[in-house]
């Protein structure tokens, strides 16, 4: 369920994205009943980014979102909203998935009114609007919509209040897929224009990417890596990193100076190794199934799921390693089928053993 946290809206009128506040988190700490569920955290946001944040449960990044809306206090660092900390930071919004909405006014009302406090021209146009672009199409009690709905319009009210800065924790999680990423986009355009500064929390790794100026990858309290999400997707070879950017398999190879040899195929490495024998990092969709006489492995498929535009199979090659394949939909592999595999020429990362 939605909650949306009540903001002190801004007097002006909408303006260009340098009137977003600027977000920032040094040497922050959080203990919780003994443990440390943050550590040392430095994180900055400037005004109007958007930085997302994804990691397993447990990372931390809910707390983070706590200490950014003050709902919690750092036990060692600052966390600074506009360059001010503690009792006199204004107060950021958050649209968190599990706390419900009050249960009285309805929907449109609650958008209109949030728009008036704004200093909206037209509220009741505003707040069409912004229901247009959330695809809310009902005017029900907020006690009586459903998740979905409630997410809505927990979007649509907080976009109506013209926040300089946002948090969204897993905001759009209760979303079919298709709708999920129309209205991540259009989001994504509200916040620009906007320019409401924003750290965005998601379990999707895709939508992740897909927003953020800025990724940022948590793992056990502490932030494992960060950059742009191409830079970040890109580093395969962190287990930590891996882990939660997708899944990946590990083949065995030899660096050669400034290229690796994998199943008869020679790849530039895509960070320098030393000479010798490694494990050589892939992700699915750099395996591709090749003809008989090709350079690659033998293989012998078992498990194959099919994923909409795609199939991702699991196949076992000749030296027992698993790995996983990406391949066209409409490609069927059956259990136990052989197959031959090998890399596409990418850039290859690798793990020295």
């Known amino acids: 369920m939605v909650a949306v946290t009540p903001v002190d809206p801004p007097a002006s009128a909408r303006e260009p994205s340098a009137r977003g506040w600027s977000i920032s988190l040094r040497g922050v700490r959080r203990d919780r009943a003994g443990a440390c569920v943050l550590h040392d955290i430095d994180l900055d946001i400037g005004p109007g980014g958007i930085v997302a944040v994804v990691g397993p449960s447990g990372c931390g990044a809910s707390t983070l979102l706590r200490l950014v809306t003050g709902a919690e206090r750092a036990d060692a660092g600052t966390v600074s909203v506009d360059g001010r900390t503690g009792a006199a930071a204004p107060r950021v919004p958050e649209v968190r998935d599990r706390t419900p909405p009050t249960r009285l006014g309805r929907a449109t009302a609650s958008v209109i009114a949030a728009a008036r406090n704004a200093g909206a021209a037209d509220p009741a ?180 799921t099919f994923l909409g535009s795609v199939r991702r199979s699991t196949v076992r090659t000749v030296d027992g390693r698993r790995v996983l394949v990406e391949h066209a939909a409409e490609h069927r592999l059956h259990d136990h089928a052989r197959v031959r595999i090998a890399l596409a020429p990418v850039p290859a990362t690798v793990l020295a053993r």
């Not at 946002?166 to 209205?183: F, G, N, Q, S, Y």
């Not at 989001?187 to 906007?194: D, M, P």
């Not at 998601?202 to 948590?218: I, K, N, W």
Request: aromatic share 2%; with cysteine.
């Open 125 to 304: 146009a505003e707040a069409h609007r912004l229901l247009a672009l959330v695809d809310l199409r009902t005017d029900a009690g907020l006690s009586r919509l459903a998740l979905g709905d409630r997410q809505r319009w927990a979007l649509a009210r907080v976009l109506a209040s013209r926040p300089r800065a946002l948090v969204l924790d897993d905001a759009l999680a209760a979303l079919h897929t298709a709708a999920r990423a129309e209205i991540r986009d259009r989001l994504v355009r509200e916040l620009r224009k906007l320019g409401a500064t924003t750290l965005w929390v998601t379990r999707d790794t895709t939508e992740a990417a897909a927003v953020a100026d800025e990724l940022v990858v948590m793992d056990e309290g502490r932030i494992v890596a960060r950059g742009c999400p191409d830079d970040v997707y890109g580093r395969v070879a962190d287990a930590a990193v891996a882990e939660v950017l997708g899944p990946v398999s590990m083949v065995p190879g030899i660096v050669e100076g400034t290229v690796v040899e994998v199943w008869g195929q020679r790849l530039p490495l895509a960070h320098a190794a030393h000479d010798g024998h490694c494990e050589v990092v892939v992700r699915p969709e750099h395996v591709v199934l090749i003809g008989a006489d090709a350079p690659g492995t033998d293989a012998v498929v078992e498990q194959t």
